[in-house]
Each structure stands twice: as structure tokens, then as C-alpha cells.
T-cell receptor, first 112, second 116 residues
């Protein structure tokens, strides 16, 4: 049930935009996004809930398409501080309630 | 300060020597979980706990044990470590028990384990 992220890596110049996608073969009820800088712990960015409620980061946005079982993270006018690896996370339901599944990550590098 | 604390941060050990990695949170969170992170594989769940005395297997539980005797602590035990358990380990906690994905996960700083 591990979600699939694309692309695996992105290289940008400061000020450019990027989109990171996350898709699942299972129905999605919520999607989390985290960013991990090298040598550090993952840090929460935002959560998207079924029904459209969105919480999270003020400068990075995301969408959640329940029918397509997909979520996308939008980074606009990227800054050097955006560099890191981005993970999406999805939740198990029913017999797998409590299980958390993370994608393999998208490595984002922003150059000056 | 709200946090998840793991110890130790770095550990080198020999095959077969039992070890424990401790995890403690001070946020009164119901849900706690352990992950291992290997290059190119992302975060894989080892075990999780939705409440005190309740633990369940994640994706890669073989070779690991956990316990949840108190709400704040969730130690990871390797009874007989092997080289394939060399990895970066993260503990995380979330507020809710029944819907862990409805609230953010707070991660510890990680434990880099090397088994030789």
C-alpha cells in the first residue's frame, strides 16, 4: 500500500515552481506531506482530509483528488530553504487502521 | 517544549548483542510508531501503538520488539541484531489513536544504528 511519488528528484533555480505527485492504489481518506532535510527528522508540512479540509503550511499548497486517489504538492517561487526530501503519507483503514504508509520520497534541490 | 526524544542518536554494535533504543514523548499523544529509513526506500513502519498495552506490526517487524507500558514511552528492542538492521530509525507520535493521519506526526531526531 506504499504510495507512489513522482518525480524521484527535482532540481530548480530559486524562484521556479515545482509539483510533486503522490498516488495510491487504495482509497485515500487523508494525505500527509512531510519534508526532511539532510540528517534531520521529517517535519510536518500539511494534511489534506477527505472532503476538502486542508491544514498546514502557508507558503506551500496541495491538492487532494479523492476520485483519482492522488495528491499533489505545489511549491511556487521556490526558495533555497525548500531543498530537502518530500514524503507523502497515507493511512490504512479497516484491518490496517493504524498503519501509515510513506512514499519513497522526492528529492528537491534548489540552487541560487 | 513539545518533543519526541530518542536515545541514543548513534550506535555501533556487534551482531547478536541485544540493544534497546528508547523513545519518549511529552505531548500526551495516544499514537506512537517506529520507522526505519533506508536509501531509496523511504520510511517503512516497523511497529505502532494506538494506546498503552496495544501494539501492532507494521511493514517490517521481523527482528524487532516493542512495548508500550506507559503512554509516553515506546522502546524499540533488537534481541539479536544483524547487519541488515543497519539503518536510520525514527520514532514518531501523533495525538489521536483512531485516526493517526488526521493529526500531524512528530518525529524524534533519529537513531543511526550500525551492526557489524
Amino acid at each position: 500500500q506504499q504510495p507512489v511519488q513522482s518525480p524521484q528528484a527535482v532540481i530548480l533555480r530559486e524562484g521556479e515552481d515545482a509539483v510533486i505527485n503522490c498516488s495510491s492504489s487504495k482509497a485515500l481518506y487523508s494525505v500527509h506531506w512531510y519534508r526532511q532535510k539532510h540528517g534531520e527528522a521529517p517535519v510536518f508540512l500539511m494534511i489534506l482530509l477527505k472532503g476538502g479540509e486542508q491544514k498546514g503550511h502557508e507558503k506551500i499548497s496541495a491538492s487532494f483528488n479523492e476520485k483519482k486517489q492522488q495528491s499533489s504538492l505545489y511549491l511556487t517561487a521556490s526558495q533555497l530553504s525548500y531543498s530537502g526530501t518530500y514524503f507523502c503519507g497515507t493511512e490504512g483503514r479497516g484491518s490496517t487502521l493504524g498503519r501509515l504508509y510513506f512514499g519513497r520520497g522526492t528529492q528537491l534541490t534548489v540552487w541560487p | 517544549e513539545a518533543q519526541v526524544t530518542q536515545n541514543p542518536r548513534y550506535l555501533i554494535t556487534v551482531t547478536g548483542k541485544k540493544l534497546t533504543v528508547t523513545c519518549s514523548q511529552n505531548m500526551n499523544h495516544e499514537y506512537m510508531s517506529w520507522y526505519r529509513q533506508d536509501p531509496g526506500l523511504g520510511l517503512r513502519q516497523i511497529y505502532y501503538s494506538m494506546n498503552v498495552e496495544v501494539t501492532d506490526k507494521g511493514d517490517v517487524p521481523e527482528g524487532y520488539k516493542v512495548s508500550r507500558k506507559e503512554k509516553r514511552n515506546f522502546p524499540l528492542i533488537l534481541e539479536s541484531p544483524s547487519p541488515n538492521q543497519t539503518s536510520l530509525y525514527f520514532c514518531a507520535s501523533s495525538l489521536e489513536a483512531t485516526g493517526p493521519m488526521n493529526t500531524e506526526a512528530f518525529f524524534g531526531q533519529g537513531t543511526r544504528l550500525t551492526v557489524v
